[in-house]
């Protein structure tokens, strides 16, 4: 059975760092494209991040030069550092699996940036 469970998320000021983590269960997590997405409150989820099975990325606009996306094949593990944090990153985050047929979606964890 598949599970995405996050972590990491919390209270940051602005311009702080944060980094949440993924931690993907199941068969064949290195052939999958894992994904970061967030929602903040009365707006729809947004692509943040997502990397390749091969390790390519990419990026929002938004979060270009300040975020980075990365994982560990050997843990079952995806990152996503953030830094130089804005209030308007303020969101819950979640971590997405690509599947064949679907895609596992995590729990969110919620990040809060004050300014």
């Known amino acids: 059975q598949v599970q995405v469970v996050e972590s990491g998320g919390g209270l940051v000021q602005a311009g702080g760092s944060l980094r949440l983590s993924c931690a993907a269960s199941?068969?064949?997590?290195?052939?999958?494209?894992m994904a970061w997405y967030r929602q903040a409150p009365g707006k729809q989820r947004e692509l943040v991040a997502a990397i390749t099975s091969g390790g390519r990325t990419n990026y929002a606009d938004s979060v270009k030069d300040r975020f980075t996306i990365s994982r560990d094949n050997a843990k079952k593990m995806v990152y996503l550092q953030m830094n130089s944090l804005k209030p308007e990153d303020t969101a819950v985050y979640y971590c997405?699996?690509?599947?064949?047929?679907?895609?596992?979606w995590g729990q969110g964890t919620q990040v809060t940036v004050s300014s």
């Open positions: 199941g068969s064949g997590f290195s052939t999958k494209v």
């Open positions: 997405k699996m690509a599947g064949v047929l679907t895609d596992f």
